[in-house]
């Protein structure tokens, strides 16, 4: 019997370089988005699997926030065996954006954030 593998295609990722001021803001305007970019910050890179994030939301529409954070510069996603694994892309994002996700980050959930 041969061995099931998943082929499913590897995410593709935007540079903060060619990201728009707006397209950001609106990436982090959303509160799953921002829950989940605080969840990278406070983690090592590569250490957090998509399905390790404690969000109300069901697999489509998490894979949907990956996605938009992906395209907004702030995410890089690779496969490690049959989990994919995420990165923030803080020090990339700062040189972009500066302070940007310092105040997303520092901003308390009661902020309306």
Known sequence: MAE??????APEHTHPDDVPVLAALAALADP??????????GS???????????????????????AVLR??????????GPKRVNRLRRAEFDARFPGLLALVLRAEPADGI
Request: net charge positive.
């Open 44 to 66: 090592p890179e590569w250490s957090r699997s998509c399905g390790g994030f404690d969000v109300p939301v069901g697999k489509a529409a998490l894979s949907h926030h990956f």
């Open 32 to 41: 799953v988005r921002i829950q989940l970019v605080r969840e990278l910050a």
């Open 4 to 9: 099931r593998t998943s082929h499913r295609a």
């Open 71 to 80: 395209g907004a510069g702030l995410v890089e996603q690779r496969d490690a």
